[in-house]
């Protein structure tokens, strides 16, 4: 036993002492070669989503493309299944536990090179590579989570380049990007995910004169930047070609404000989805008060989780007619006090609006939306999910939801609500899905409101009520036909005061269904 406690304790102290030796991802373009750990090549090997046969047909994935290892240890380059005329062959040389690449040092196809490489931090060696022939440099240096000094990319010349698309996405090491100061971007178009989770980068100062003006994509280019501290490098960059800004600034929890990005032209973008979804600290939106969003049909997240924000003002001139997706737009802004700046918003196009205004605990009156054209709206998910202090739902009276399919959630945890005063000219015909829609208001006692509504093609009423522990009487729902239901688990868990079922006694629904109503 205690030798066997030795050897395990010596095996422990060799893994420690010997752990920067284990990996093998090595650069070496004075002798033309290319290391890669065995280990880490399995990883990026299963990673990367692209075209591939196999292992034992002895084919191998390298650079993001697919090599074919034929009888003289020489390797094709397959592209689509047809041999790349851009490159010749490689010499392929297999040591103890690694794979070592000949490449030529103005290598086009750069895409995906190092990507899960994971404990490579020298890069020096690729000052060598010419690398002005090629046009994609996408994922090159994805998941090199010990990269943090690039400074042999200084010398690169980029011009070239037209898609930049997570190059740097997940080099949670990387904190400096001088080197990337005097890059020619000008012919990039592609610029998504390429700081992806970069967490300890904080100065953007090194990008403040690129010349972006072709970009077409940003979509999560600083995605979970964590330590970013502003955006003032940004302030001139010309985006007015940018269709997409998905997620952009998505996790920059450490941004307070966006003064600089006033002056962007964002007029051709149609995908402002989560652009600053969880910027926790971010205080105040006025800069975007001039933005032209009119092109915009996503708008889904933009300002998901911006828990300080306290007024949404400098949105009340946005023209929203094109938007398709308003869901999650204000989720999780907990201070926001009031919507009177959305009360002109045209959201006729919407078809989505789940979980619109999740957690808004801070508002107390839908007054301002009492006029809005939601008639195209189908998902209503979760919109107004614990807004605790709105007092009543009579601003909704004229709200047309004939479209609606799904109703589930939609009022869920409004404690202050006591009657549904408002909704009893609601239409929801289409409605489908009516799971937990008024769950967990706990102060609700009269749903006269719903006598006449007609939900003969609802499947779902699981937990409609659930939780409602004020509600003593189910008398207007007598007349339901719930022929469709097949789904009623929970439908009035917790409506301690509820006695009298009889009145839903005469629906036609099957005896267990029945039972599990009754179950409570």
């Known amino acids: 036993?205690?030798?066997?406690?030795?050897?395990?304790?010596?095996?422990?102290?060799?893994?420690?002492?010997?752990?920067?030796?284990?990996?093998?991802?090595?650069?070496?373009?004075?002798n033309n070669t290319i290391t890669k750990d065995n280990e880490n090549y399995s990883r990026y090997r299963s990673r990367i989503n692209l075209m591939y046969y196999a292992e034992s047909q002895g084919i191998y994935?390298?650079?993001?493309?697919?090599?074919?290892?034929?009888?003289?240890?020489?390797?094709?380059?397959?592209?689509?299944?047809?041999?790349?005329?851009?490159?010749?062959?490689?010499?392929?040389?297999?040591?103890?536990?690694?794979?070592?690449?000949?490449?030529?040092?103005?290598?086009?196809?750069l895409s995906f090179m190092f990507v899960g490489c994971n404990c490579l931090k020298n890069i020096d060696e690729l000052k060598y590579l010419d690398i002005s022939k090629s046009k994609k440099l996408e994922f090159m240096f994805c998941d090199c989570h010990l990269l943090s000094d690039i400074k042999a990319l200084y010398y690169w010349d980029v011009s070239n380049i037209q898609n930049?698309?997570?190059?740097?996405?997940?080099?949670?090491?990387?904190?400096?990007?001088?080197?990337?100061?005097?890059?020619?971007?000008?012919?990039?178009?592609?610029?998504?995910?390429?700081?992806?989770?970069?967490?300890?980068?904080?100065?953007?100062?090194?990008?403040?004169?690129?010349?972006?003006?072709?970009?077409?994509?940003?979509?999560?280019?600083?995605?979970?930047c964590s330590s970013l501290l502003e955006l003032k490098p940004l302030k001139n960059w010309d985006v007015s070609n940018a269709e997409d800004?998905?997620?952009?600034?998505?996790?920059?929890?450490?941004?307070?404000?966006?003064?600089?990005?006033?002056?962007?032209?964002?007029?051709?973008?149609?995908?402002?989805?989560?652009?600053?979804?969880?910027?926790?600290?971010l205080l105040d939106i006025t800069p975007l008060e001039k933005w032209d969003i009119s092109n915009a049909t996503d708008l889904n997240g933009m300002f998901f989780g911006c828990e300080l924000l306290t007024n949404v003002k400098a949105v009340a001139n946005w023209n929203v007619s094109n938007c398709k997706n308003f869901s999650h737009i204000f989720n999780g802004c907990s201070k926001l006090q009031s919507l009177e700046p959305l009360q002109n918003w045209n959201v006729s196009n919407g078809t989505n609006f789940?979980?619109?205004?999740?957690?808004?605990?801070?508002?107390?009156?839908?007054?301002?939306?009492?006029?809005?054209?939601?008639?195209?709206?189908?998902?209503?998910?979760?919109?107004?999910?614990?807004?605790?202090?709105?007092?009543?739902?009579?601003?909704?009276?004229?709200?047309?939801?004939?479209?609606?399919?799904?109703?589930?959630?939609?009022?869920?945890?409004?404690?202050?609500?006591?009657?549904?005063?408002?909704?009893?000219?609601?239409?929801?015909?289409?409605?489908?899905?009516?799971?937990?829609?008024?769950?967990?208001?706990?102060?609700?006692?009269?749903?006269?409101?719903?006598?006449?509504?007609?939900?003969?093609?609802?499947?779902?009423?699981?937990?409609?009520?659930?939780?409602?522990?004020?509600?003593?009487?189910?008398?207007?729902l007598e007349k339901w036909n719930v022929s469709k239901g097949n789904l009623f688990r929970g439908m009035f868990r917790e409506c301690s005061p509820l006695i009298d079922l009889t009145p839903i006694e005469s629906w036609n629904i099957s005896k267990e269904n029945l039972e599990l109503i009754k179950n409570k």
């Open 1 to 30: 036993m205690q030798n066997n406690l030795q050897t395990n304790n010596e095996n422990t102290l060799k893994d420690k002492n010997d752990e920067n030796n284990l990996c093998k991802d090595k650069i070496d373009l004075k």
């Open 61 to 109: 994935e390298i650079f993001g493309e697919v090599f074919v290892l034929d009888n003289k240890n020489n390797i094709d380059l397959i592209i689509n299944g047809k041999e790349s005329p851009l490159v010749n062959k490689y010499q392929l040389n297999q040591g103890e536990n690694c794979i070592t690449l000949v490449i030529k040092k103005d290598l086009i196809k």
């Open 164 to 224: 930049f698309q997570g190059m740097f996405s997940g080099c949670t090491s990387l904190i400096n990007l001088n080197p990337l100061i005097n890059w020619n971007v000008s012919n990039g178009y592609l610029f998504e995910d390429m700081f992806r989770g970069c967490s300890k980068l904080m100065d953007l100062t090194p990008l403040i004169t690129w010349d972006v003006k072709n970009g077409k994509s940003f979509s999560n280019m600083f995605f979970r």
């Open 245 to 281: 800004f998905e997620g952009m600034f998505d996790g920059c929890s450490r941004i307070n404000n966006i003064n600089n990005l006033d002056n962007w032209n964002v007029s051709k973008c149609k995908n402002f989805s989560f652009m600053f979804n969880k910027c926790s600290n």
């Open 354 to 476: 789940k979980a619109m205004f999740v957690l808004c605990t801070s508002l107390t009156l839908l007054n301002p939306l009492q006029n809005w054209n939601v008639s195209n709206g189908i998902n209503f998910e979760g919109m107004f999910v614990k807004c605790s202090n709105v007092m009543d739902l009579e601003s909704l009276e004229n709200w047309d939801v004939s479209k609606g399919n799904n109703f589930k959630t939609m009022f869920a945890g409004n404690d202050k609500i006591s009657n549904l005063k408002g909704l009893q000219n609601w239409n929801v015909s289409n409605g489908i899905n009516f799971e937990g829609m008024f769950s967990a208001c706990i102060k609700l006692t009269n749903i006269n409101a719903l006598e006449n509504w007609d939900v003969s093609n609802c499947q779902n009423f699981s937990y409609l009520f659930g939780g409602c522990s004020m509600l003593s009487n189910i008398k207007p």
